[in-house]
């Protein structure tokens, strides 16, 4: 394999991190998604992968992608997803500093969003005494059916649009958005929730959700999901509310069965 020259190098990453990135924000920003939105997609999108590499190795099969061609296909990607976590710390900054310079900047950033708000026709028992779940994957799904089985009510929390989308089709309460942002929450009558529940796989903003919604609500009680005993420990340490971990509540729930089981 040839080695790239530094100047192509960084023309190539160039094109990948800055190239790509404003390409997908000026194309969300086009469909009326916020600033937020937009900028988080561009950080998503700044990177190349595996894809590149099936690409890059059928075009040396077919004779069509020259070595040195090959050469910054791999350079371009190894340091564009080096690069990527700095780029997503640096969202909000960037936000910020939009914000601060662009009068353009703030009319995207307050775009009204239909979902990112509870419809005024909502029933006032979503809005009081409920529970706000945030995520709706698989725990999520099952901690909203058996809410619903019980008739309380809950208003849904999530960064999927087009599952927002389809809640309300349902007729479900829910809104789009990042619960580790307070608009979101606010947005969800966490002021006015008897439970914050975070079913969310990714437990890397659960802190922040937790202190804004102790912020808008200082009684409520969260519980959230973990992955493992030791996470769940400093989780429970930083949120003070209620982990579950899943292999333990498997275990437990296997255990019930068996000795139920065995004293039928």
Request: contains cysteine; neutral net charge; proline residues 4%.
């Amino acid at each position: 394999m040839l080695v790239a020259q530094p100047l192509r190098v960084a023309a190539v990453v160039g094109i990948i991190v800055f190239g790509k990135s404003i390409a997908a924000a000026v194309l969300v920003l086009s469909l009326r998604y916020p600033l937020h939105t937009a900028l988080t997609v561009s950080a998503s999108l700044a990177q190349i992968g595996e894809f590149s590499f099936i690409l890059m190795a059928l075009g040396g099969t077919l004779g069509v992608l020259p070595a040195e061609a090959q050469s910054l296909v791999v350079a371009g990607a190894l340091i564009s997803i080096a690069l990527n976590p700095l780029l997503f710390h640096a969202i909000e900054p960037t936000q910020q500093w939009l914000l601060r310079r662009s009068q353009m900047a703030r009319d995207h950033a307050a775009r009204d969003d239909p979902l990112a708000e509870l419809p005024m026709s909502t029933d006032a028992r979503f809005l009081s005494g409920h529970v706000v779940l945030v995520g709706y994957g698989r725990v999520g799904r099952k901690v909203a059916a058996d809410l619903g089985a019980a008739g309380l009510p809950f208003v849904v929390a999530e960064e999927n649009r087009e599952l927002v989308e389809q809640l309300r089709g349902q007729g479900m309460a829910a809104v789009t958005g990042d619960a580790s942002r307070p608009e979101v929450l606010v947005q969800a009558h966490v002021a006015r929730a008897r439970l914050l529940v975070i079913a969310t796989p990714d437990t890397l903003g659960v802190r922040q959700m937790a202190e804004h919604a102790r912020l808008l609500n200082p009684l409520i009680e969260i519980v959230v999901r973990s992955h493992n005993e030791e996470e769940a420990r400093r989780l429970e340490a930083e949120v003070a509310g209620r982990v579950f971990v899943g292999e333990l509540e498997l275990a437990s729930a296997m255990s019930r069965y068996v000795l139920e089981r065995c004293r039928a």
